[in-house]
């Protein structure tokens, strides 16, 4: 899995006004969770933009006052109206501890039903993964080769060695439904229009 590479400078005071004077230095206040303790720190929102807004999920090299560690971002907090980063928690990896992160879905091949003139609808675009740090993917690849008008393919229909998918097993991911065109075409044959 990619990594970023990520500074922060520690935080001597915790609270609102300190937090607001951050911001407004274009700092975001950010807590380390899963150590002995927590750690206050405080990141650059633009070293933040790379992670947040992108479909990839990466794994962060925190340096924070020269100690170092791998986490990932757990929760984000953002203003309702200018969609500004209020605050970041990130989860310090353990690579003995299983995490769960939501990892993209790509799909592979071309569905025999799309060339038929089936319409095909994706459900889901990420999957959530519980597995170790060393065993996560970039993204889940789902081939979509022999799917027909009308079939799908579910979460049970995934099998991936160390990984363990904990969606419900009976959500669908991809399906090629009836298009209209379609359903035109086979109404007009079956009145034997032509």
């Known amino acids: 899995m990619k ?15 300190d937090a607001k004077g951050l911001r407004y230095n274009g700092q975001v206040p950010a807590v380390l969770y899963g150590g002995k303790t927590q750690t206050h720190f405080a990141v650059s929102a633009a070293d933040l933009k790379p992670v947040v807004y992108t479909p990839v999920v990466h794994f962060i090299d925190l340096d924070v006052a020269g100690v170092k ?30 995490i769960t992160i939501e990892i993209p879905i790509r799909l592979t091949g071309t569905s025999q039903g799309v060339k038929m003139g089936g319409k095909l609808v994706q459900k889901l675009r990420k999957l959530r993964i519980k597995a170790l740090p060393k065993d996560h993917l970039d993204n ?10 009308g079939k799908s393919v579910r979460v049970a229909d995934l099998k991936l060695d160390k990984l363990v998918i904990t969606n419900a097993i009976e959500d669908t991911i991809v399906s090629v439904t009836t ?9 007009d044959a079956t009145t034997g229009k032509k």
Do not use: M
């Open 69 to 98: 560690s791998q986490a990932i971002i757990k929760d984000i907090q953002f203003h309702p109206l200018t969609e500004k980063i209020l605050h970041v928690d990130f989860l310090l990896l353990d690579e003995k501890k299983p």
């Open 140 to 149: 889940i690849d789902v081939s979509i080769e022999g799917l027909e008008v």
């Open 3 to 17: 990594s970023i590479a990520i500074s922060g400078s520690p935080r001597e005071n915790v609270g609102k006004r």
């Open 179 to 187: 298009s209209r065109a379609l359903r035109q075409a086979e109404q």
